[in-house]
């Protein structure tokens, strides 16, 4: 079974430029997230979407993040304009249900460096 | 605010010994409980959930939870070199559909 896909896996920008992130989940996961993970600190929970609809942004930061997944499959996380401390990976993750409990998979991640 | 409290390390442990790594979490009301660990430059693989009181078994490794300490920890027998990375306490207010809060990580050195 494939993975979760991402890409591109590295990216460098200038401040202020517009960046995007594209995600494909593992087939038949209903379930999509995206988490940001600085260095040296744990995943931080962006946006989940169930099926096309996000149920959960109260973390994104809305005046320059954006995000869809249209079709209820692949996804795109968008920035702009970037700032220095959007330098981060930014990684998809996918889940399906295991019996009564969900497992979330993360993909390669994509490493956003903002000059 | 949730949160989740692991020590950053680095812990060191010959090889062939036991790895014990330990977590805390603020949010009373969490329900399941994961470990990821993350290699240097590589994205969270999933070891093990547990949601139930006392250990979840699962080859080398043994998950602990004690929800009334609001305690997790991640046993690793007979620790192997391939065993050194990040290992990421992760808290679910439910059944795990919902985002993890992670904790920030401890970094494991097994020595050979």
């Known amino acids: 079974e494939a993975g979760v896909v991402q890409s591109p896996r590295y990216k460098i920008i200038e401040k202020k430029q517009p960046v995007a992130f594209w995600c494909n989940p593992i087939?038949?996961?209903?379930?999509l997230y995206w988490y940001r993970q600085n260095l040296g600190q744990g995943p931080e929970l962006l946006i989940r979407?169930?099926?096309?609809?996000?149920?959960?942004d109260s973390q994104l930061p809305k005046d320059r993040f954006s995000a869809e997944r249209l079709k209820g499959v692949d996804s795109t996380l968008k920035i702009q304009p970037a700032e220095l401390g959007d330098s981060a990976v930014y990684l998809c993750a996918s889940s399906f249900r295991q019996g009564n409990w969900y497992e979330q998979y993360f993909g390669p991640g994509t490493r956003l460096t903002v000059t | 605010q949730k949160e989740v409290e692991q020590n950053s390390g680095p812990l060191s442990v010959p090889e062939g010994a036991i790895a014990s790594l330990n977590c805390t979490y603020s949010?009373?009301?969490?329900?399941?409980f994961f470990w990821y660990r993350q290699y240097s430059g590589k994205s969270p693989e999933l070891i093990m959930f547990?949601?139930?009181?006392g250990d979840k078994e699962d080859g080398r490794f043994t998950a602990q939870l004690n929800k009334a300490s609001q305690y997790v920890s991640l046993l690793i027998r007979d620790s192997q070199p391939s065993d050194s990375a990040t290992y990421l306490c992760?808290?679910?207010?439910?059944?795990?559909?919902?985002?993890?809060?992670f904790g920030k990580g401890t970094h494991l050195i097994i020595q050979p």
């Open positions: 979407y169930e099926n096309e609809e996000a149920v959960d």
């Open positions: 547990i949601y139930s009181n």
């Open positions: 992760a808290v679910n207010a439910g059944r795990g559909a919902d985002g993890l809060t």
């Open positions: 087939s038949g996961h209903n379930t």
């Open positions: 949010d009373r009301g969490s329900q399941s």
